[in-house]
């Protein structure tokens, strides 16, 4: 049920949301010459996946984890697409894609070992990796792996269609 939902939101959102991308497209080349950001992270079953956000951060920053990297790199722009989530937008092209779910446990990168060792020991990836969760709303950060991987977990086994609905209302109003 969960991914047929995903599949709704995700072409509802793109569907209705094509006029802000395309906004967010035209000034995202004014500020940088290439506005849409991929990166590799992990997804279900340790599969290697390509994620797309709205480029943030200055084109030489390094290719590191947020909580890392030297604040600095951020953009005037680019703080405000995180402050609004505007940068995760290009995420429903993953989620229709089948990388991602809208709810689930944000995907890491390759290089976050500690992450994934403590994920893997809780099975967290036989589930789809996630654009909001419960580590969201609570603001975990990923550099707080055996933590981080407990509340993936707590997520995961009490996911329903409620708690589903109301991680992505709370995202929103965050």
């Not at 967010?24 to 599969?47: A, E, N, W």
């Not at 290697?48 to 953009?75: E, G, Q």
């Not at 005037?76 to 089948?98: A, C, H, I, M, S």
């Not at 500690?114 to 893997?120: G, M, N, P, T, V």
């Amino acid at each position: 049920m969960q991914r047929v939902i995903d599949i709704l939101l995700s072409f509802l959102g793109i569907l209705f949301l094509w006029p802000l991308f395309l906004c967010l497209v035209i000034i995202g080349y004014s500020k940088f010459s290439s506005p849409i950001f991929s990166q590799t992270r992990v997804g279900k079953f340790q599969k290697l996946f390509t994620i797309y956000k709205f480029r943030t951060m200055k084109l030489d920053a390094p290719n590191v984890p947020t909580y890392i990297i030297d604040m600095s790199y951020i953009t005037n722009y680019g703080y405000f697409l995180r402050r609004t989530k505007l940068d995760e937008l290009p995420q429903l092209w993953n989620v229709l894609k089948g990388d991602m779910s809208i709810v689930g446990p944000r995907p890491c990168l390759p290089c976050q070992v500690d992450l994934i060792a403590a994920r893997e020991k809780l099975g967290i990836y036989h589930y789809m990796p996630g654009i909001t969760g419960l580590a969201q709303i609570l603001d975990i950060e990923m550099s707080s792996p055996a933590y981080l991987a407990e509340i993936d977990f707590e997520m995961i086994e009490n996911l329903s269609l409620r708690k589903y609905l109301i991680y992505i209302i709370k995202t929103l109003l965050r």
